[in-house]
């Protein structure tokens, strides 16, 4: 299939990894299969995630992957073209079926679909609590459900922190399918899946060459500063709230966001 869009911005991805000096370790990516649809379930720490997440497939078979994401960057004059034209998927918080259609539907044409199943980006570094979609997305599909750990992303973009200095470590995980039987539990699938995506992190984490104690990149769990995920989820929760507040007084106001 050409991918007059994608593959460009592939090969732009790389002449920025490059000059960052990013240092890659990328362990069981034999495991994204070379040819067929499947699900890659990936933990979600920084704004990178989506570029670092594809590398994998790109190396074991210059394959793409299609990721879900939210509406809102399909709007945006600039990213929501290229969004378009990388055949990604767009997610509807509010009407969600149009998105599960669509993925099940890119997995029967023998694509590969990348899945954040924790929805937004975790603070703490930790897996937070995981949705069931994934799951379900390739029991309907009929295709192998993927862990993934994409760590070191934070360092570079992230909540509140940007720092573009070279020679940051990367290290990715790719975990062996799971079990996802017709006619069990999603739930307890995506329970398994949530344990699996635990124990791939710290695998990662293990191999991870640069992690001083108290470092910020560091969960907490394994001797960093990272918020715990209680806490994490307390600053998330003060983020909406100061969020909803800022949109009511501008709407209050009758100003724009973002205007003058």
């Known amino acids: 299939m050409s991918d007059p869009v994608y593959r460009p911005i ?19 990516a034999d495991f994204i299969p070379r040819t067929g649809g499947a699900i890659l379930a990936i933990n979600h720490t ?8 594809g590398i994998p497939a790109d190396r074991v078979g210059h394959r793409l992957v299609r990721f879900m994401a939210k509406d809102g960057i ?4 600039v990213a929501g073209p290229l969004m378009r034209g990388m055949k990604h998927i ?12 669509d993925a099940v539907s890119a997995l029967k044409s023998g694509e ?23 799951v379900r997305m390739a029991r309907a ?15 570079i973009l992230s909540y509140d922190r940007k720092d573009f200095s070279r020679g940051k470590p990367i290290c990715i995980t790719v975990g062996e399918p799971l079990e996802n039987p017709r006619g069990s539990d999603a739930d307890e699938v995506t329970e398994q899946l949530h344990a699996r995506l635990v124990a791939l992190l710290d695998e990662t984490i293990d191999r991870y060459p640069d ?16 918020p715990t995920i209680e ?20 709407k209050g106001s009758g100003t724009t966001p973002g205007a003058g």
Request: zero cysteines.
């Open 46 to 53: 920084s704004y990178l995630d989506f570029a670092l997440a």
């Open 74 to 77: 399909f709007k945006h004059p």
């Open 10 to 28: 592939i090969l732009g991805a790389r002449s920025v990894f490059t000059g960052l000096g990013l240092k890659f370790d990328i362990v069981g």
């Open 231 to 250: 806490e994490a989820a307390e600053i998330d929760e003060r983020v909406r709230r100061e969020k909803a507040a800022k949109r009511a007084a501008e």
């Open 112 to 134: 590969l679909v990348g899945v954040f199943p924790e929805a937004t980006m975790s603070r703490s570094f930790e897996i937070k609590e995981i949705k069931n979609g994934a």
């Open 90 to 101: 767009p997610v509807d918080r509010d009407a969600g079926s149009a998105a599960f259609r």
């Open 141 to 155: 599909g009929n295709v192998p459900l993927i862990p993934m750990i994409v760590f070191g992303g934070q360092r």
């Open 211 to 226: 992690r001083p104690d108290g470092a910020w990149w560091i969960p907490k769990r394994r001797g960093g500063s990272a």
